[in-house]
């Protein structure tokens, strides 16, 4: 069965430091993998997604996130991290069976501080 | 750039009532899906629909779910008889044909239902 797992709950970083999170994925075929933000209270943003090609995908707002089949893993990068960064961040991935229905991550939640 | 649309944005309702949420998916798309979030936790599949009718479901959406595409642009989920664990965020989605599993989903805002 597909399914996502982002091992880490919450991550704090501070403003101008870099940010990597991590997701593993578990799908038989090619992965469709995509990266959404939500702010407290908000809907989904997507922030990019890969499904071939270059492993490393750019994305909007300053975030790229590199494919390993190997490792099965979509981690999400970032150079440098702004407050209006801090949201809650969930991985995913669409299977081709049935409708392309989406399968969430938990997600994990980033704290920026000053 | 289109987008999804979800009316209304909060509803409060007692157990036991029916509620309605509506979603006008972007127009040229022909996947529809609802999704929930409970506070706190993740984003779960509840229904995918296509061709008029649904073409997966989890096992959240019992009975006392339906989902609906009255005319040619509203897409509704309608929860029978509410239950208290009902309260959520309900997100709804669409998406193209043309991508294949990599054709992005757009999500709408969301409505958050409370059942008190």
């Known amino acids: 069965a597909q399914s996502v797992t982002q091992p880490d709950i919450h991550i704090t970083v501070s403003e101008g430091a870099s940010l990597e999170l991590r997701c593993n994925y578990s799908y038989g075929a090619t992965p469709y993998l995509f990266w959404y933000v939500q702010s407290p209270g908000q809907g989904l943003q997507l922030l990019l997604k890969?499904?071939?090609?270059?492993?490393l995908v750019q994305g909007i707002k300053g975030f790229e996130a590199e494919f390993k089949r190997s490792q099965s893993s979509f981690n999400l990068r970032k150079p440098s991290v702004h407050w209006s960064d801090a949201a809650e961040y969930f991985c995913?991935?669409?299977?081709?069976?049935?409708?392309?229905?989406?399968?969430f991550g938990a997600g994990t939640r980033l704290f920026v501080k000053a | 750039e289109p987008e999804v649309t979800q009316t209304p944005s909060h509803q409060v309702t007692q157990m036991g009532q029916e509620v309605i949420l509506r979603c006008v998916p972007i127009s040229n798309h022909l996947y529809f899906y609802w999704y929930r979030q409970i506070l706190g936790q993740k984003v779960e599949f509840l229904v995918s629909f296509y061709n008029n009718e649904i073409s997966e479901k989890s096992e959240i959406f019992d009975d006392q779910f339906s989902v609906e595409r009255p005319d040619g642009s509203n897409f509704t989920l309608k929860i029978r008889s509410t239950k208290l664990e009902d309260s959520a965020m309900y997100f709804c989605a669409s998406r193209g044909t043309s991508g294949g599993a990599g054709e992005t989903q757009y999500f709408g805002p969301g409505t958050r239902l409370l059942v008190l």
């Open positions: 995913a991935v669409v299977g081709e069976a049935g409708g392309f229905k989406t399968i």
């Open positions: 890969y499904f071939s090609g270059d492993t």
